[in-house]
């Protein structure tokens, strides 16, 4: 009885840290966000489709650092001359509390794969993972992070945490602000959180 009753326990705390790690997809929805920024990139004039090729990684994630308090908030709206309601905040933050799937939903002209997130996170722990990358994924310049997009309750405001890694001591780190324009998602509005 008592082995019965252990076995229980430990199946119970294995099933629920996995439900921790990755609940389930991503809805179409947030994909809208996620490729109007893309699209943002393609039309850059710094940017060079045919010689980009990037690695998104395959669940979400969000640094933990990140603390969106009502100081940092305040900052954020003076700084973006816009209210961020909390209707906008509290979804950004309960989507980001856990990891979810990532599926190939991107469209985009630039080339990109998607990368298992535990063989990227044992890469990251190795000294050299630079140059494990690039030996792994010879094509890879840039890999891509990114959480959930956080929405407002009238699905016109977006909020979405991005990171970049491009080399040892090369990477971003950029909160964006989003609009529904005419129907059309717009970047309206970037806060680079770090940068190396």
């Known amino acids: 009885m008592r082995f019965k009753l252990t076995l229980f326990l430990f ?35 710094e940017v060079e489709i045919d010689s980009i090729n990037i690695a998104i990684v395959d669940s979400t994630s969000l640094r933990n650092d990140l603390i969106l308090n009502n100081e940092y908030i305040s900052e954020l709206e003076e700084e973006w001359d816009t209210e961020l309601t909390k209707d906008l905040i509290n979804d950004f933050r309960i989507k980001n509390t856990s990891r979810y799937f990532i599926q190939d939903y991107f469209k985009t002209d630039l080339k990109y794969q998607l990368i298992v997130t535990n063989e990227i996170d044992k890469i990251f722990d190795n000294s050299f993972s630079w140059l494990v990358i690039e030996e792994r994924f010879p094509n890879v310049r840039s890999i891509l992070r990114f ?10 405001k977006a909020l979405l945490f991005m ?28 806060k680079m959180f770090s940068v190396s």
Request: aromatic fraction near 10%; proline fraction near 1%.
């Open 147 to 156: 959480s959930r997009v956080g929405l407002n309750t009238q699905k016109n």
């Open 11 to 45: 199946s119970s705390i294995l099933f629920l840290n996995n439900c921790e790690k990755i609940e389930s997809d991503i809805p179409q929805n947030e994909y809208a966000i996620y490729n109007a920024l893309f699209i943002k990139i393609t039309e850059s004039e």
């Open 163 to 190: 990171s970049i890694s491009c080399g040892a001591l090369c990477g971003t780190s950029t909160l964006l602000y989003f609009e529904k324009i005419d129907n059309k998602w717009e970047l309206t509005n970037e």
